[in-house]
């Protein structure tokens, strides 16, 4: 024991020589109204005003915008005992209170509309130790000008008026019941942690606590922490001519005030570092059929501190880049562990700002003790054996891969480098990407054994577990969990095989092809070529520069394959078979690699990879997103998953049992629009929630697996698109190669044609309730305005149809929320509910959730914003700023738009529309088109659908 004990101590010394002296700080000097600019001239100017107020401006090339964020360090860490949700709470009243400029003002106001502000662009969130007010703008000193005034209203300018929190409180409600209310587990995490961390405030009735709260503490918050030597403010992106944009911040936010604050986090640091071991044990509220699926969320905490913590002391960015290295160490493991079928537990590690590694468990009913000790299996082994050379150099690749992806001239990787540094005192570097590969490189074995040693320990300090009253687990002591924790033994968990030995055995299933034969086909897109191979089936290639998108792919490959015949193919009580089918077979995997082979094999082989079969009532096929450094695998891939899928038992029972509780998390939701689509008697919906859930159980394997190979065994009905960057030579021949040898069986389906569309509106009762199979404590409420479908419907249609969507957006979201001294719902969802194309009628759905006793009134003050808008009484500005807002400012589709356009093109006969075409008839049109259009959509009465939820059901 004591050689034990001095190994560990040697190890300490070894990672902290390794580390003294290198922390690399940005010094904050106490400029009184200068600028400081940090060290290398590629770093963040940073200035302090004589009142405490600070900035940093950081211009970047990447944009064609300016991201600004005024940080408020004060989030729930700072919330004292009678003032739970106040910083949350906050966060809602400055959007509404400011004297000069507000959020009411967003949607229909000369500010705003001739700065050419996007209402969208506004978005604010309450961390644990600030509140952050982001806000993008064009590149024009009107937009910069209201936005500097939006936030100088937030430090100096509020009025607290007492309709103002009034009017909050539904919102803020709807929010929290929008986002799982008291069953969410974020929400329950919070409150265990706020138990660990010494807080006693916590309402029992989260709903009655909102609507009582009084002005008093709300005001006492404000006063003690918007302050501006508390607050900075970020400006990233086009910034242009910096000084005359300092002299611009000093102007507008150089006002005194006095401050007395101290920051509770270190008090939070110290508090617990010297609190006893806990066990906590905290009720969720109970979720329908959870005696068929149940779920134990399990947390451990293993303390960083001990004693009196030196809050002198300064974080360095070696001790942050260890710190994450462990989490990804660990949660790797954790993915080992579950990397068997018929083991439903999960873990992920994580460090908390109280000075914890938490590890997260959520664990199936009846598999609870295992979850905990496979877990605790992984940190012992990693305590008593370290890490091997090989995982190392593992770490060190993954590493060196994150950090050439790293965008430094990114606004995003500016903007949350700075928030890291003004909240946690992180340092601010400018060379992050040499400073890290010189770390990775003079890392060793040896360093991270010593810090796995400090934080992983064999008994967690703290314990708690999340469930309903309902499960077993609730009626655990203590020292029950605490004992299956002693018992876990150590052990090596051996990772999958090489991705070279699965990429051989993969290979071992195809085989030796021939390029076939194929012909050439005409095709009314510009740039784009279309064949027909041998085998029938044909490809369309749209290859070129596409546009950036928020999922990265735009040096990706992205390829639809589809065939018109789906479950309709089937008798209707085969339908949950073949619709299961393609989940059932990604679950098995293809070629004799199960699923989680196949995971590793992608991602060893392949960047942003996705595949995806699918089986709709009127179509089947697969959606693949892969990168181009690899395709022949992409196209094996796509190969085995059309002709060798596999058929694995223990795969099925996997399956079944996971969706079971997939489908449980949305089953409100889904069983509404259920009832819903059936009413409107919507031939392509396919049913979620109850019966999908009842489908699930009543799925076989065998009938699921014959209905996809007969969809998918004969290749002549399918048609390929493939978008993006590529070399069509390339692409082609591996097309002939492969697809080209798919079989042909020429077989004769007797399968529907997609059903005609509707002259007549169905004829169901225009208001109608549902029961919700769980519970919450909001009403939800759906609107539908609905039409048939013009034969003339083409793609300008579809543009004033989303026209209307956004005005309806923005004026719904303006009267019923901002306007409104009584109350209104947090969001308005403004769209077409249909989930199939082609669309089966014209619909506009408006859904929001709501109080019981404010439905009645909310549901006709958006029939009257409706009726506003259909009889002309938009205003022109209104109107300007919408198509403002609305036009495409980039002049090429996105690779998913692309691919979107060649299947309206092959399957439905839409013509190809180009964005200058799209451009052009935006700018000619006028707001007479739009008020006619929205007058024949929604001049009849809406279908008014209700959602009950059990504790108010009559």
């Given at each position: 024991?004591?050689?034990?004990?001095?190994?560990?101590?040697?190890?300490l010394?070894l990672?902290?020589?390794?580390?003294?002296?290198?922390?690399?700080?940005?010094?904050?000097?106490?400029?009184?109204?200068?600028?400081?600019?940090?060290?290398?001239?590629?770093?963040?100017?940073?200035?302090?005003?004589?009142?405490?107020?600070?900035?940093?401006?950081?211009?970047?090339?990447?944009?064609?915008?300016?991201?600004?964020?005024?940080?408020v360090?004060?989030?729930?860490?700072?919330?004292?005992?009678?003032?739970?949700?106040?910083?949350?709470?906050?966060?809602?009243?400055?959007?509404?209170?400011?004297?000069?400029?507000?959020?009411?003002?967003?949607?229909?106001s000369?500010?705003?509309?001739?700065?050419?502000?996007?209402?969208?662009?506004?978005?604010?969130?309450?961390?644990?130790?600030?509140?952050?007010?982001?806000?993008?703008?064009?590149?024009?000193?009107?937009?910069?000008?209201?936005?500097?005034?939006?936030?100088?209203?937030i430090?100096?300018?509020l009025?607290?008026?007492?309709?103002?929190?009034?009017?909050?409180?539904?919102?803020f409600?709807?929010?929290?019941?929008?986002?799982?209310?008291?069953?969410?587990?974020?929400?329950?995490?919070?409150?265990?942690e706020?138990?660990?961390?010494?807080?006693s405030?916590?309402?029992?009735?989260?709903?009655?606590?909102i609507?009582?709260?009084?002005?008093?503490?709300?005001?006492?918050?404000?006063?003690?922490?918007?302050?501006?030597?508390?607050?900075?403010?970020?400006?990233?992106?086009?910034?242009?001519?910096?000084?005359?944009?300092?002299?611009?911040?000093?102007?507008?936010?150089?006002?005194?005030?006095?401050?007395?604050?101290?920051?509770?986090?270190?008090?939070?640091?110290?508090?617990?570092?010297?609190?006893?071991?806990?066990?906590?044990?905290?009720?969720?509220?109970?979720?329908?059929?959870?005696a068929?699926?149940?779920?134990?969320?399990?947390?451990?905490?293993?303390?960083?501190?001990?004693?009196?913590?030196?809050?002198?002391?300064k974080?360095?960015?070696?001790?942050?880049?260890?710190?994450?290295?462990?989490?990804?160490?660990?949660?790797?493991?954790?993915?080992?562990?579950?990397?068997?079928?018929n083991?439903?537990?999960?873990?992920?590690?994580?460090?908390?700002?109280?000075?914890?590694?938490?590890?997260?468990?959520?664990?199936?009913?009846?598999?609870?003790?295992?979850?905990?000790?496979?877990?605790?299996?992984?940190?012992?082994?990693?305590?008593?054996?370290?890490?091997?050379?090989?995982?190392?150099?593992?770490?060190?690749?993954?590493?060196?891969?994150?950090?050439?992806?790293?965008?430094?001239?990114?606004?995003?990787?500016?903007?949350?480098?700075?928030i890291?540094?003004?909240?946690?005192q992180?340092?601010?570097?400018?060379?992050?990407i040499?400073?890290?590969?010189?770390?990775?490189?003079?890392?060793?074995?040896?360093?991270?054994?010593?810090?796995?040693?400090?934080y992983l320990?064999?008994?967690?300090?703290?314990?708690?577990?999340?469930?309903?009253?309902?499960?077993p687990?609730?009626?655990?002591?203590?020292?029950?969990?605490?004992?299956?924790?002693?018992?876990?033994?150590?052990?090596?968990?051996?990772?999958?095989?090489?991705?070279?030995?699965l990429?051989?055995?993969?290979?071992?299933?195809?085989?030796?092809?021939?390029?076939?034969?194929?012909?050439?086909?005409?095709?009314?897109?510009?740039?784009?070529?279309?064949?027909?191979?041998?085998?029938?089936?044909?490809?369309?290639?749209?290859?070129?520069?596409?546009?950036?998108?928020?999922?990265?792919?735009?040096?990706?490959?992205?390829?639809?394959g589809?065939?018109?015949?789906?479950?309709?193919?089937f008798?209707?009580?085969?339908?949950?078979?073949?619709?299961?089918?393609?989940?059932?077979?990604?679950?098995?995997?293809?070629?004799?690699?199960?699923?989680?082979?196949?995971?590793?094999?992608?991602?060893?082989?392949?960047?942003?990879?996705?595949?995806?079969?699918?089986?709709?009532p009127?179509?089947?096929?697969?959606?693949?997103?892969?990168?181009?450094?690899?395709?022949?695998?992409?196209?094996?891939?796509?190969?085995?998953?059309?002709?060798?899928p596999?058929?694995?038992?223990?795969?099925?029972?996997?399956?079944?049992?996971?969706?079971?509780?997939?489908?449980?998390?949305?089953?409100?939701?889904?069983?509404?629009?259920?009832?819903?689509?059936?009413?409107?008697?919507?031939?392509?919906?396919?049913?979620?929630?109850?019966?999908?859930?009842?489908g699930?159980?009543?799925?076989?394997?065998?009938?699921?697996?014959?209905?996809?190979?007969?969809l998918?065994?004969?290749?002549s009905?399918?048609?390929?698109?493939?978008?993006?960057?590529f070399?069509?030579?390339?692409?082609?021949?591996?097309?002939?190669?492969?697809?080209?040898?798919?079989?042909?069986?020429?077989?004769?389906?007797?399968?529907?044609?997609?059903?005609?569309?509707?002259?007549?509106?169905?004829?169901?009762?225009?208001?109608?309730?549902?029961?919700?199979?769980?519970?919450?404590?909001?009403?939800?409420?759906?609107?539908?305005?609905?039409?048939?479908?013009n034969?003339?419907?083409?793609?300008?249609?579809?543009?004033?149809?989303?026209?209307?969507?956004?005005?309806?957006?923005?004026?719904?979201?303006?009267?019923?929320?901002?306007?409104?001294?009584?109350?209104?719902?947090?969001?308005?969802?403004?769209?077409?509910?249909?989930?199939?194309?082609p669309d089966?009628?014209?619909?506009?759905?408006?859904?929001?959730?709501?109080?019981?006793?404010?439905?009645?009134?909310?549901?006709?003050?958006?029939?009257?914003?409706?009726?506003?808008?259909?009889?002309?009484?938009?205003?022109?500005?209104?109107?300007?700023?919408?198509?403002?807002?609305?036009?495409?400012?980039?002049?090429?589709?996105?690779?998913?738009?692309?691919?979107?356009?060649?299947?309206?093109?092959?399957?439905?006969?839409?013509?190809w529309?180009?964005?200058?075409?799209?451009?052009?008839?935006?700018?000619s049109?006028?707001?007479?088109?739009?008020?006619?259009?929205?007058?024949q959509?929604?001049?009849?009465?809406?279908?008014?659908?209700?959602?009950?939820?059990?504790?108010?059901?009559?």
């Amino acid at each position: 024991m004591i050689i034990m004990y001095l190994k560990k101590i040697l190890l300490l010394c070894l990672y902290l020589s390794f580390f003294i002296g290198k922390a690399q700080t940005v010094v904050q000097k106490d400029l009184k109204d200068n600028k400081e600019i940090m060290p290398e001239d590629h770093l963040p100017i940073n200035g302090v005003l004589k009142n405490g107020f600070s900035y940093y401006l950081k211009p970047t090339c990447k944009t064609d915008q300016i991201e600004l964020n005024l940080i408020v360090k004060a989030g729930s860490n700072q919330e004292k005992e009678n003032q739970f949700a106040m910083a949350h709470f906050m966060e809602h009243m400055v959007l509404k209170a400011g004297k000069h400029i507000n959020l009411k003002m967003r949607y229909e106001s000369d500010i705003f509309r001739e700065a050419k502000i996007n209402p969208k662009s506004f978005t604010a969130k309450t961390e644990l130790s600030y509140t952050s007010f982001k806000v993008t703008i064009p590149n024009n000193p009107k937009a910069l000008s209201a936005i500097f005034l939006f936030y100088s209203d937030i430090l100096y300018d509020l009025e607290f008026k007492q309709e103002y929190i009034n009017s909050e409180r539904s919102p803020f409600i709807d929010e929290h019941d929008r986002k799982g209310s008291g069953t969410s587990t974020a929400y329950l995490d919070d409150i265990v942690e706020r138990k660990l961390k010494g807080s006693s405030s916590i309402p029992e009735d989260f709903n009655e606590y909102i609507w009582n709260i009084d002005r008093e503490p709300l005001i006492d918050f404000y006063n003690e922490w918007y302050l501006p030597e508390n607050t900075s403010l970020i400006i990233t992106g086009n910034i242009g001519d910096i000084s005359q944009l300092e002299t611009k911040i000093k102007h507008r936010f150089s006002r005194d005030s006095e401050n007395n604050i101290t920051s509770k986090t270190d008090e939070i640091k110290n508090f617990y570092a010297s609190s006893p071991s806990c066990f906590i044990k905290q009720e969720r509220k109970e979720l329908v059929s959870e005696a068929k699926v149940q779920e134990v969320y399990w947390r451990l905490y293993f303390k960083e501190f001990e004693g009196n913590i030196d809050t002198n002391k300064k974080v360095t960015l070696e001790e942050i880049w260890l710190k994450s290295i462990v989490v990804q160490l660990l949660n790797t493991h954790f993915q080992n562990i579950s990397e068997q079928y018929n083991t439903h537990y999960f873990a992920h590690a994580g460090f908390k700002e109280f000075g914890a590694l938490k590890i997260s468990i959520g664990a199936p009913r009846g598999q609870n003790k295992k979850a905990i000790q496979a877990v605790m299996q992984v940190i012992n082994d990693l305590n008593k054996n370290g890490i091997t050379n090989e995982e190392m150099n593992r770490i060190k690749e993954e590493e060196y891969a994150k950090l050439n992806q790293l965008s430094l001239q990114s606004s995003s990787y500016w903007s949350q480098k700075i928030i890291n540094h003004i909240v946690d005192q992180e340092p601010l570097i400018a060379d992050e990407i040499p400073k890290k590969q010189n770390f990775l490189k003079k890392l060793k074995v040896i360093h991270l054994d010593s810090i796995l040693g400090k934080y992983l320990k064999s008994m967690p300090e703290d314990i708690s577990l999340i469930t309903s009253n309902a499960n077993p687990a609730m009626k655990l002591k203590e020292s029950t969990v605490r004992n299956w924790i002693r018992k876990s033994k150590t052990e090596f968990y051996a990772p999958l095989a090489s991705s070279q030995l699965l990429k051989t055995r993969l290979q071992q299933k195809i085989p030796d092809f021939k390029l076939v034969d194929y012909k050439k086909i005409m095709v009314n897109i510009p740039n784009a070529e279309s064949y027909e191979l041998k085998n029938g089936i044909k490809i369309l290639f749209k290859s070129g520069d596409v546009a950036p998108s928020v999922y990265g792919d735009e040096n990706n490959l992205r390829i639809q394959g589809y065939s018109s015949e789906g479950a309709k193919c089937f008798s209707s009580k085969n339908f949950y078979n073949v619709i299961n089918a393609p989940d059932i077979i990604k679950n098995s995997g293809v070629g004799d690699l199960n699923k989680f082979e196949l995971k590793k094999l992608v991602k060893d082989e392949l960047d942003k990879f996705m595949i995806h079969p699918y089986i709709n009532p009127y179509e089947s096929g697969l959606h693949v997103n892969t990168s181009l450094e690899n395709l022949e695998l992409t196209f094996q891939l796509i190969y085995l998953y059309f002709t060798d899928p596999n058929k694995n038992y223990d795969a099925f029972h996997d399956w079944k049992d996971g969706a079971s509780f997939r489908n449980l998390n949305r089953i409100n939701q889904d069983d509404f629009l259920n009832q819903i689509k059936e009413n409107l008697q919507d031939p392509y919906y396919v049913p979620q929630g109850s019966k999908l859930l009842e489908g699930i159980y009543q799925t076989e394997l065998a009938s699921a697996y014959q209905s996809y190979h007969q969809l998918f065994a004969d290749a002549s009905n399918f048609t390929f698109l493939f978008s993006g960057n590529f070399d069509e030579q390339t692409v082609l021949k591996l097309c002939r190669k492969y697809l080209g040898n798919l079989p042909n069986l020429n077989s004769k389906n007797n399968c529907p044609k997609l059903p005609k569309k509707p002259i007549h509106k169905p004829k169901v009762s225009e208001e109608q309730e549902y029961s919700a199979s769980g519970k919450s404590d909001y009403i939800r409420f759906k609107l539908s305005y609905l039409t048939p479908i013009n034969e003339n419907n083409d793609w300008k249609d579809q543009i004033k149809r989303d026209i209307i969507y956004r005005i309806l957006d923005y004026s719904l979201m303006k009267s019923l929320r901002f306007d409104s001294d009584k109350g209104g719902p947090y969001g308005i969802g403004v769209g077409n509910y249909q989930t199939h194309q082609p669309d089966y009628y014209n619909e506009i759905t408006i859904d929001f959730g709501a109080r019981p006793e404010d439905g009645e009134r909310l549901i006709n003050e958006a029939k009257d914003v409706v009726k506003s808008l259909i009889d002309g009484n938009l205003s022109k500005g209104f109107f300007d700023m919408t198509i403002t807002n609305f036009k495409a400012k980039k002049n090429k589709y996105t690779n998913k738009e692309i691919l979107k356009n060649l299947y309206e093109y092959t399957k439905y006969g839409k013509p190809w529309v180009t964005i200058e075409e799209k451009q052009e008839y935006l700018e000619s049109l006028t707001y007479d088109e739009v008020i006619v259009y929205a007058h024949q959509l929604m001049n009849e009465k809406p279908y008014v659908f209700k959602w009950i939820p059990k504790p108010l059901i009559k």
